[in-house]
């Protein structure tokens, strides 16, 4: 059998690309090697830029609304200590409490209305490619079959089949830290706090926040709108835990007299999870027609990001992959993606490696590291870049930017526009996932530049209030390839304009290029 693109793993990632590919027009096929969706506990939400990108889609509202905790105050975990966001009047980063298990069926339906065929129980044995297509070996519910497409993409976790088979290297660290993670409720024997602490009988008050210990760390929060308390520990041992088995009360409550030496009495379980930290990145996220995105291209060795940046990576590849299916990438489309997602990655290595080095302190220096980091974030400036850097909203992409303006390759703001036919917003334009002309300062000369090209890209004019630019070409995944400085002179813009629609979108309507690779 034949298909467009193959992609190998039905979590988040895959998910995600499917439904971008179907946006595209391509046709996937995704493959999932258990027969049905696992329900052990995993990532609790997700946050960050994704959430801009989802609502860039028109989905947010989507999954807002099947989130059944309520969205919390932007306070996240940092190797330890936190990083408080609510005293900034706009933060740079959210979250949603949606479990992933609930993520992935959000993202399961939206690939189910586009016409994604997801075939779970298909296990991928053996992947070969040559100078035109990807071969997959697959054995299914019915037996061994094989696929052909133009690409294969393997989204299938830590411990890709498909990267193995890439021979891609995936180099890095190992930490021998087991962490736990619960949602929990007490019997009414423990008392809590009017500070948020607790008092457990025979032991005594439990701290709010982070307790460290020199058996490892402790934390705890309480829900403000229900008696739900979440706990966290982490200590180092050598036990090799298997992923797909579930972690027990017993296991948790062990592990927490071990770390604080309290025994901690537990009424119901909501969530009960156990993870390790890694620090690997894959060497290259393509070789040849295989590519890799999610975790099987990079581990990252804190909580919060991994799913934030397993959907960008999705949503950066789709519209590249299609492109070439459809026949009009430009030369070296396609390499972009490693050269934009990697960088990417190396950004969110580089924060989580910083919160392994807070949180693995014992000595004196590391509380004063601690401390100094706590301080730093104090003022608004460090914090606000802070929480840019957790949210993955301070990437800036390296793109041929000929007029140097600081908008070119950065994710677009959600401008409110005024236009003839009333009040609308750039997320609003970016639901089709399609490429934008934006025209902000009614430049006919742009427009009609940009007609060559409007059978891949919309052209849309309106004002809006500051413009930050008189136009800018806005690509499928949101961030910037191009942008018009005010009252630039015509022949400069428009050099610059066809010089980017030809790099990013290919040849004009008037001739054709071949295919791309």
């Known amino acids: 059998m034949r298909t467009d693109v193959i992609i190998v793993g039905a979590g988040p990632t895959g998910l995600m690309l499917a439904a971008e590919l179907r946006l595209a027009g391509v046709r996937p096929l995704v493959l999932e090697r258990q027969p049905q969706p696992r329900d052990t506990p995993k990532a609790g939400g997700i946050g960050g830029q994704i959430l801009e990108l989802l609502r860039y889609r028109g989905l947010l509202d989507r999954f807002a609304a099947a989130c059944t905790d309520p969205i919390p105050a932007p306070r996240f975990p940092f190797g330890g200590v936190h990083v408080d966001l609510t005293q900034l009047v706009e933060s740079p980063m959210h979250a949603l409490p949606l479990p992933q298990q609930r993520l992935e069926r959000l993202l399961g339906e939206r690939a189910g209305e586009l016409g994604v065929d997801i075939r779970r129980g298909h296990q991928v044995l053996d992947v070969r490619q040559d100078a035109d297509a990807v071969t997959a070996e697959v ?8 696929v052909t497409a133009r690409y294969l993409v393997g989204c299938d976790g830590a411990r890709s089949r498909v990267r193995d088979l890439a021979g891609i290297p995936f180099p890095g660290t190992v930490y021998p830290e087991v962490n736990r993670l619960a949602q929990i409720t007490v019997p009414d024997s423990v008392t809590r706090l009017d500070n948020g602490d607790l008092d457990v009988p025979g032991f005594g008050a439990i701290r709010a926040g982070f307790t460290r210990t020199d058996r490892g760390l402790f934390g705890m929060g309480v829900s403000p709108a229900s008696d739900v308390l979440s706990v966290y520990t982490i200590e180092d041992e050598t036990v090799e835990y298997d992923d797909d088995a579930p972690m027990t009360v017993t296991e948790l409550r062990d592990s927490i007299r071990r770390v604080l030496g309290a025994d901690l009495p537990v009424t119901e379980t ?80 580089l924060h989580t490696r910083a919160q392994v080095a807070l949180r693995r302190g014992h000595d004196p220096a590391a509380e004063a590291l ?50 003839d036919a009333g009040t609308t917003a750039v997320a609003e334009l970016m639901h089709a996932a399609r490429p934008i002309l934006l025209d902000l300062a009614d430049r006919a000369d742009l427009r009609a530049t940009a007609r060559d090209w409007q059978h891949r890209i919309d052209i849309r004019t309106g004002e809006a209030e500051n413009r930050p630019a008189d136009a800018i070409l806005i690509r499928p995944d949101g961030h910037i390839a191009w942008a018009a400085t005010i009252d630039e002179p015509a022949d400069t813009a428009e050099e610059g304009l066809r010089a980017a629609l030809s790099s990013w979108f290919g040849a004009p309507a008037a001739t054709t290029i071949p295919v791309g690779d």
């Not at 040849?288 to 990252?300: M, P, Q, S, T, Y």
């Not at 301070?394 to 793109?399: C, V």
């Open 370 to 419: 601690r401390e100094v980091f706590q301080e730093l974030l104090t003022d608004e400036q460090p914090l606000r870049r802070m929480g840019a850097l957790i949210a993955g909203a301070d990437i800036r992409y390296q793109l041929p930017n000929p007029n140097g303006h600081p908008l070119t390759g950065t994710f677009v703001s959600d401008l409110t526009l005024h236009t």
């Open 270 to 349: 909501f969530r009960l999870s156990r993870f390790t930290f890694k620090a690997r990145h894959a060497e290259r996220y393509r070789a040849g027609r295989v590519l890799l995105a999610g975790d099987a291209a990079h581990l990252f060795p804190a909580t919060g990001v991994a799913l934030n940046a397993g959907l960008l990576d999705a949503v950066n590849l789709a519209w590249k992959l299609a492109a070439d299916v459809h026949g009009w990438a430009p030369g070296g489309l396609l390499d972009t993606y490693h050269d934009e997602r990697h960088l990417a990655g190396a950004r969110t290595m």
């Open 139 to 146: 054995d299914g519910p019915d037996g061994l079959y094989r």
